[in-house]
């Protein structure tokens, strides 16, 4: 089993920028994908970004490229989401969620294990 466990979250004006972290505990050594997803009420969950952490390759949503770093200090097992340039539709719950499995897809039904999420709210 894993944990995630989520925090960084909070309010911002449009143009900040915010870090978020994901730590993972338990059975790290077998996660394969990790991810960063986002949910506003009413709608679907959304992938941010993802890693795949045998060869540490990263992708990015459309919405977030190049205004959004994901990086792992895989000695803390831990994940981080550094975003900037932050707009008012980046506001949402942002979930860290792993996969033991692989390979790594942007379908949130792949991933087995999720974090309690962290509020990102972004003023304009």
């Known amino acids: 089993q894993v944990q995630l466990v989520e925090s960084g979250g909070g309010s911002v004006q449009a143009g900040g920028s915010l870090r978020l972290s994901c730590a993972a505990s338990g059975e790290t050594f077998t996660l394969i994908c990790v991810a960063w997803f986002r949910q506003v009420p009413g709608a679907k969950r959304l992938p941010v970004a993802r890693i795949s952490t045998g060869d540490g390759a990263v992708s990015y949503a459309d919405p977030v490229k190049d205004r959004f770093t994901f990086s792992r200090d895989s000695a803390k097992s831990t994940f981080y989401l550094d975003m900037a340039s932050l707009r008012p539709e980046d506001t949402a719950v942002y979930y860290c969620?792993?996969?033991?499995?692989?390979?790594?897809?942007?379908?949130?039904?792949?991933?087995?294990?999720w974090g309690q999420g962290t509020q990102v709210t972004v003023s304009s």
């Open positions: 969620a792993a996969d033991p499995w692989g390979p790594c897809t942007w379908g949130p039904q792949r991933y087995n294990f």
